[in-house]
């Protein structure tokens, strides 16, 4: 007993001296996270709100309108699948919509069509101080024809224009002008 009497004082002062003051310095941490925030968002500012694009950035941007058009791809088998329910159909038209430049529809006759090797025919280059223009290639296949059986029915080349423009986005309370890509005629 008279062990633990001696001992639990040692336990207790370890406690308190290895403890955390409350002022550990949370103000300044939360300073310094604020200046991070604040220069990241500067650093995306930068890039996106820039008057003129370099040719990284075009790069970028071409690999992503490949992306946008898988992305079609896929909410046209969702707008031809039976069993999607209408909701789901709703949403994928507008998403859908989303990818094309304003004034351009999404095309019919394209309903669960696959698109295959896509490739950039022409890359992107500046049309004015806010618009560059370039065009993509894609093979489209009708759906249930494979690589191997395809024959000049099922399988087309088409050209997709592709254009970079500077839209207004809202940004919480701010509203900037950011450079989007999106997809034009597909013939």
Partial sequence: MKRFIN????VVLYLLLSSKSCDDNEQGNA????????????SITSVFESEKLGQPELRAFEVTARLKLNDLSDFLKILSDSSSGQAFKQKAGE?????F????TVPSGF?????DSIKVTRPLERLNDSTYSGQLSVITTLPGST?????????CCRTVDIFALKQEKVFGNNTIRVWN???GDIR
């Fill in 31 to 42: 300073m310094l996270e604020k200046n991070k925030a604040v220069q990241a968002r500067d």
């Fill in 147 to 155: 690589a191997g059986s395809r024959t000049s029915s099922a399988a």
């Fill in 101 to 104: 430049i304003p004034g351009k």
């Fill in 181 to 183: 890509v999106l997809l």
């Fill in 7 to 10: 001992i639990l004082p040692l």
């Fill in 111 to 115: 309903s669960g069509v696959v698109f």
């Fill in 95 to 99: 998403m859908a919509q989303s990818l």
